[in-house]
């Protein structure tokens, strides 16, 4: 089954930087792209960066540009989020996901919490 796993979540303060990672399993990792998502307390949960397949491309949202760097590891099956400069608005539980087969999948999610 797929499986996804974040770890790497924590107390920063604003303008730290932070590294999240994904562990996944039980599909083939190398041909999926893969995303990282955020949700805050009351807001609706948001797209936060994707990957393509063999890390080729991109794409950011908007608030998270110039800030936050996706990559990945097909030999690891691991993908990471890179953050830095962080904000106060950029506390809320990171999640990993994927798309297969018309399903999502998610891990359970990280906490980033962005205070000083």
């Known amino acids: 089954q797929v499986q996804l796993v974040e770890s790497g979540g924590g107390l920063v303060q604003p303008g730290g930087s932070l590294g999240l990672s994904c562990a996944a399993s039980g599909f083939t990792f190398s041909v999926d792209g893969m995303s990282w998502y955020r949700q805050a307390p009351g807001k609706e949960r948001e797209l936060v960066a994707y990957?393509?397949?063999?890390?080729?491309?991109?794409n950011y949202a908007d608030s998270v540009k110039g800030r936050f760097t996706i990559s990945r590891d097909n030999a690891k099956k691991t993908v990471y989020l890179q953050m830095t400069s962080l904000k106060p608005e950029d506390t809320a539980v990171y999640y990993c996901?994927?798309?297969?087969?018309?399903?999502?999948?998610w891990g359970r999610g990280t906490q980033v919490t962005v205070s000083s």
């Open positions: 990957i393509t397949n063999v890390g080729g491309s991109t």
């Open positions: 996901n994927v798309r297969r087969r018309g399903v999502a999948y």
